[in-house]
């Protein structure tokens, strides 16, 4: 079975930043695209940014240039590191992948992580 483990949010100032990580377990045969999604209080889970295998990204327009998705193939584990943040980033950030195992190729969640940035 599949798991998602997150690790990494927390409470910072505006200007700050954190880093999360993403740990992927269980029987995975191979890891598509990684990626992460934010939900804030009222609205709509959305895109933050996902690495493809080869290591392209792609950036929500919100966070190009403050943000930088990258991962680790051989640990199962991609990150989010996050800079120069703002009150608006505040939300449950979830990672987020697509994964072929035992149980064929799915996308898995993981159980959410809160980043609260203070003004």
């Known amino acids: 079975q599949v798991q998602l483990v997150e690790s990494g949010g927390g409470l910072v100032q505006a200007g700050g930043s954190l880093r999360l990580s993403c740990a992927a377990s269980?029987?995975?045969?191979?890891?598509?695209?990684m990626g992460w999604y934010r939900q804030a209080p009222g609205k709509q889970r959305e895109l933050v940014a996902n690495i493809t295998p080869g290591g392209s990204t792609n950036y929500a327009d919100s966070v190009k240039g403050r943000f930088t998705i990258s991962r680790d193939n051989a640990k199962n584990t991609w990150y989010l590191r996050m800079n120069g943040l703002k009150p608006e980033d505040t939300a449950v950030y979830y990672c987020?992948?697509?994964?072929?195992?035992?149980?064929?190729?799915?996308?898995?969640w993981g159980q959410g992580t809160q980043v609260t940035v203070s003004s």
């Open positions: 269980g029987s995975i045969f191979h890891i598509y695209t």
């Open positions: 987020n992948a697509d994964i072929l195992s035992m149980t064929g190729r799915l996308g898995y």
